[in-house]
């Protein structure tokens, strides 16, 4: 039985731990550390000192003088290290170089076909992610790698699974392959998780609900909740375009239609649709084409798409609460149609206290975002309070080798 009464003893805080005050980027005195943590100034003082000889801090200045010799400030170092983040897409290709702080120091991008299979497309990620370190990096170590793909990722293995659009990429090993170039921790994800990384991280970095939904060839979502990625027990979580479509008031569908949003709503449903329509459309990038002309048809045809999207987030928005809805991918850049569709069934459908206080915008974070957000996980794994006392401690062991030779 739990004594409820009995007081909760959390362990003091570690190297890690305190490493994590600092990541917020302010400078602080060792004093001021340990009033944070309420640790003797002589346990910060050999914590701060084994982070310093990491490389995770740098001094930063000296604080004002209460009487004496003025005491040294200590802030996050950005330049610990570097990052490598890649954005797969069913067409292009976009490779960065970050550092620890997620600022993109140099980026590549070409056109590529998914369909060409993951060794021969990751072979030209890796080399274009060589030539962009060796640029870069100024001596400074890689310290992960991560990698956005368009298909369902199993986060724990980053192996993906059962993609449609990704013929030959099932359930293969990409950190493994990866790790043959950079023997660095690799993680990999949904495209659309880390375009809400980098989203939030780009436009709404105080916003901890927000939901990111992107609607181009295919329709997903990225939940960050209570200020954290929601991936799901196996990774699937924000699966929207595989939810049925309830067929509201007003709609034109028959009775019985039991498509799902992808197959209602998605660029590759539009184009089918406008050709039943006879015009010539192939894809997604078509659509929006037609749209940007002022085709009447194509305009409509993307207001309904907005419309049975925001039948599902309808139900997302009274289960989730958000308070940030961002519509990205191509659909939605070509114009507010999208968003006019999308708004006119959320805000009439969700119950009022969860569109209180809800916007619903438009992605603001440019073509730049994925590689952001791939940037940020990784960041995030790496800067992590149990990777920090491990980097520690593996310095620490160096240099007791080193004085002991």
Do not use: C
Request: glycine share 12%; net charge negative.
């Amino acid at each position: 039985m739990v004594d409820v009464l009995k007081p909760i003893v959390t362990p003091a805080p570690g190297t890690g731990e305190i490493f994590q005050i600092l990541r917020d980027g302010q400078a602080r005195t060792k004093a001021e550390l340990a009033a944070l943590t309420g640790l003797a100034r002589s346990t910060v003082a050999l914590r701060v000192d084994a982070l310093l000889a990491a490389g995770l801090l740098r001094p930063a200045g000296e604080a004002a003088s209460t009487g004496g010799r003025p005491p040294a400030r200590v802030a996050f170092n950005p330049r610990a290290g570097l990052v490598l983040a890649v954005d797969l897409g069913a067409t292009h290709a976009t490779v960065a170089v970050a550092d620890l702080a997620g600022v993109i120091l140099d980026v590549r991008t070409r056109t590529i076909d998914i369909g060409d299979g993951p060794k021969r497309l990751l072979d030209s990620i890796l080399a274009d992610g060589t030539d962009l370190l060796a640029a870069a990096s100024g001596g400074l170590p890689l310290l992960g790698v991560g990698i956005g793909v368009p298909g369902p990722v199993e986060h724990s293995t980053g192996r993906p699974t059962n993609p449609p659009i990704m013929p030959g990429w099932d359930r293969f090993d990409v950190p493994g392959y990866v790790q043959r170039t950079f023997d660095v921790p690799v993680l990999v994800d949904n495209d659309v998780n880390i375009l809400a990384l980098g989203e939030q991280a780009t436009s709404w970095p105080h916003v901890d609900d927000l939901i990111f939904v992107k609607v181009s060839t295919g329709i997903g979502a990225g939940i960050i909740a209570g200020g954290h990625l929601q991936r799901g027990a196996q990774g699937s979580a924000g699966d929207m375009g595989h939810v049925q479509v309830p067929i509201g008031a007003g709609s034109v569908r028959e009775p019985g239609d039991e498509r799902d949003l992808e197959a209602l709503a998605s660029g590759s449903a539009l184009a089918i649709a406008l050709r039943a329509e006879g015009h010539d459309v192939q894809g997604a990038s078509d659509v929006v084409d037609l749209v940007r002309a002022g085709n009447a048809t194509a305009i409509e045809a993307t207001r309904q798409a907005g419309r049975d999207v925001g039948e599902v987030l309808a139900s997302v928005v009274n289960l989730l609460n958000p308070s940030i809805i961002v519509l990205g991918g191509s659909i939605a850049r070509a114009g507010e149609h999208l968003l006019a569709g999308v708004r006119e069934v959320v805000y009439r459908r969700s119950i009022p206290l969860a569109t209180q206080h809800l916007a619903i915008v438009q992605s603001q974070a440019g073509d730049r975002a994925a590689v952001l957000g791939a940037a940020i996980m990784v960041a995030r794994e790496v800067l992590s309070p149990a990777s920090v006392e491990r980097a520690v401690a593996a310095k620490t062991a160096r240099a007791g080798e080193g004085a002991g030779a």
